[in-house]
């Protein structure tokens, strides 16, 4: 089922992909710095974040990946 995406959803999408680029470039300079378990923190708040607008994006009518099955631990 497609659906219209208004312009509120399409931003809250765009905040997040600035979100999670942010996290990333967190993480590489934790990385550098060498303090693994923040780097393994903020990559896990990027993976959930991604997760979420995964889901969002497939509710809204976005196809899933060809090959992408179901997680039992997709939360």
């Not at 470039?25 to 378990?37: C, D, F, H, N």
């Amino acid at each position: 089922m497609l659906t219209d995406i208004g312009q509120k959803q399409l931003t809250e999408w765009a905040e997040t992909c600035l979100r999670i680029n942010h996290l990333n470039t967190l993480v590489q300079r934790e990385i550098k710095s060498g303090t693994a378990q923040r780097a393994a923190e903020l990559s896990e708040r990027a993976r959930r974040r991604a997760w979420i607008m995964f889901r969002e994006m497939i509710a809204a009518g976005a196809a899933k990946p060809p090959g992408y099955t179901e997680s039992d631990n997709s939360n």
